[in-house]
């Protein structure tokens, strides 16, 4: 009886188990995404930005921004962070901040569905 010298297996197409550090980035943005969709509530938005003394545009572009350096460190999407500093950066403007609020959480969102 003769074995062969080398066992050759196939492997398939397996999507490689998502890290700790990138379940992190991920549920970031599904967390960034759901405050951005509130913040752009077209009147309860306004009003809960407004009577908070424009604090979670601040707290909101800190939060963006390090969820800019995780998604850079795991080549992930940025689109979603990049919108969120423009929407914290230009929400004291009506009208403007509600369109970039909704951009925003709608990128990240679908940015976090995403498995790359």
């Given at each position: 009886?003769?074995?062969?010298?080398?066992?050759?297996?196939?492997?398939?197409?397996?999507?490689?188990?998502?890290?700790?550090?990138?379940?992190?980035?991920?549920?970031?943005?599904?967390?960034?995404?759901?405050?951005?969709?509130?913040?752009?509530?077209?009147?309860?938005?306004?009003?809960?930005?407004?009577?908070?003394?424009?604090?979670?545009?601040?707290?909101?572009?800190?939060?963006?921004?390090?969820?800019?350096?995780?998604?850079?460190?795991?080549?992930?999407?940025?689109?979603?962070?990049?919108?969120?500093?423009?929407?914290?950066?230009?929400?004291?403007?009506?009208?403007?901040?509600?369109?970039l609020h909704i951009l925003a959480a709608i990128f990240l969102m679908i940015e976090a569905g995403k498995n790359n």
């Amino acid at each position: 009886m003769h074995l062969p010298d080398e066992v050759v297996i196939e492997q398939k197409d397996v999507e490689p188990e998502p890290t700790k550090q990138s379940q992190v980035s991920r549920t970031m943005k599904w967390v960034f995404g759901s405050l951005e969709a509130i913040w752009g509530i077209p009147v309860l938005g306004g009003m809960l930005i407004l009577s908070l003394a424009w604090t979670p545009l601040a707290i909101m572009l800190i939060l963006h921004i390090i969820g800019l350096v995780f998604a850079s460190k795991e080549n992930r999407s940025k689109t979603g962070h990049i919108l969120g500093i423009l929407a914290s950066s230009l929400g004291w403007i009506f009208g403007v901040g509600m369109v970039l609020h909704i951009l925003a959480a709608i990128f990240l969102m679908i940015e976090a569905g995403k498995n790359n």
